[in-house]
């Protein structure tokens, strides 16, 4: 089955510890992505990548981090998480960045 | 910077009526527009995908139409049932200048409601 899959789905940490959020798809796409959703703030993009080894900012980059090493995965790193990054994220993915995008099932994460 | 619109913010409806979602986004020159669904604690699920050189597509009850130079889409929903309670998001991929390829602007969503 073609998908996005996220993992954890949810997860409660502490101010600054180190933690990963692992995204993967098995759609060969080259285009993957990292969202995250407030109330009150929809949908914002955080990191996009076009192909191995190429990322890009989206509007609100700072505090995280990405990389593309391989094809079907894009993990985010919060390396010092704070309470003002408690959110929904999604991971999304596409093939060549301007079709049809599809989205993994979402992490719920709390920062205390 | 890009920036969508979506009017209403929230709808409540009964079962049976035909709706009328909108979007608007303020630069025209896009790749694609995309309708969401989202129910509550989920994830999104496409709809609907509208190519920039297109006007519309449909999927089964759902048109969507796409006028480029306005900087509009209309999301469709014909014969409205209970389960298509749900939030619904537009997003645009673009605009079409190099280092916004594959940018995705969301906006807030219509948070639809259809009683029975």
């Known amino acids: 089955e073609a998908q996005v899959t996220q993992n954890p789905r949810y997860l409660i940490t502490v101010t600054g510890k180190k933690l990963t959020v692992t995204c993967s798809q098995n759609?060969?796409?080259?285009?993957m992505s990292w969202y995250r959703q407030d109330p009150g703030l929809g949908l914002r993009q955080i990191y996009y990548s076009m192909n191995v080894e190429v990322t890009d900012k989206g509007d609100v980059p700072e505090g995280y981090k990405v990389s593309r090493k391989e094809k079907r995965n894009f993990p985010l790193i919060l390396e010092s998480p704070s309470p003002n990054q408690t959110s929904l994220y999604f991971c999304?993915?596409?093939?060549?960045?301007?079709?049809?995008?599809?989205f993994g099932p979402g992490t719920r994460l709390t920062v205390l | 910077k890009q920036e969508v619109t979506q009017i209403p913010a929230a709808l409540s409806v009964p079962e049976g009526e035909n709706l009328v979602l909108n979007c608007s986004f303020t630069d025209s020159a896009i790749y694609n527009l995309q309708w969401f669904r989202q129910d509550p604690g989920k994830g999104l699920t496409s709809l609907l995908l509208?190519?920039?050189?297109?006007r519309e597509q449909t999927s089964g009850r759902l048109n969507a139409s796409l006028d480029k130079s306005s900087g509009r889409s209309t999301l469709y929903i014909a014969a409205s049932q209970p389960g298509d309670s749900a939030t619904y998001l537009c997003?645009?991929?673009?605009?079409?200048?190099?280092?916004?390829?594959?940018?995705?602007?969301f906006g807030r969503g219509t948070q639809l409601t259809v009683w029975p």
């Open positions: 509208i190519q920039s050189s297109q």
């Open positions: 759609m060969n796409h080259e285009y």
């Open positions: 997003a645009v991929n673009g605009p079409d200048r190099g280092s916004t390829l594959g940018r995705l602007y």
């Open positions: 999304a993915s596409s093939s060549e960045g301007f079709y049809e995008q599809f």
